[in-house]
Nanobody, 125 residues
Framework: QVQLVESGGGLVQAGGSLRLSCAAS????????MGWFRQAPGKERGFVAAIRWSGGSTVYADSVKGRFTISRDNAGNTVYLQMSSQKSEGTAVYYC??????????????????WGQGTQVTVSS
């Protein structure tokens, strides 16, 4: 079982950068696909990015492609989300997720087994 704790959220200006971290506990992290989602007030939880257990494949939401980068350190049991060129619509609670089984279901939050508590990101214009 994987337990997840996000950190790194905060206030960032539009156009700025921020890096989120998700520390995972559990012996299966290196064999677990990981993802990031975000949820703005009054909106559904939306897919941001995901990375396969090996780190060899990544997938991004169209809205963040080219601006965000997901990566992982299996030795350190951590997954990262580097966010650049932030936009005001990026204001949301960002959640780390674990456990979706295949890349073709990464975009659905229903397919992920474990979630962190979330970290708030606020983009000021």
């Amino acid at each position: 079982q994987v337990q997840l704790v996000e950190s790194g959220g905060g206030l960032v200006q539009a156009g700025g950068s921020l890096r989120l971290s998700c520390a995972a506990s559990g012996r299966t992290f290196s064999r677990t696909n990981m993802g990031w989602f975000r949820q703005a007030p009054g909106k559904e939880r939306g897919f941001v990015a995901a990375i396969r257990w090996s780190g060899g494949s990544t997938v991004y939401a169209d809205s963040v492609k080219g601006r965000f980068t997901i990566s992982r350190d299996n030795a350190g049991n951590t997954v990262y989300l580097q966010m650049s060129s932030q936009k005001s619509e990026g204001t949301a609670v960002y959640y780390c997720a674990a456990g979706a089984q295949a890349m073709d279901v990464f975009r659905s939050w229903l397919r992920w087994d474990k979630w962190g508590q979330g970290t708030q990101v606020t983009v000021s214009s």
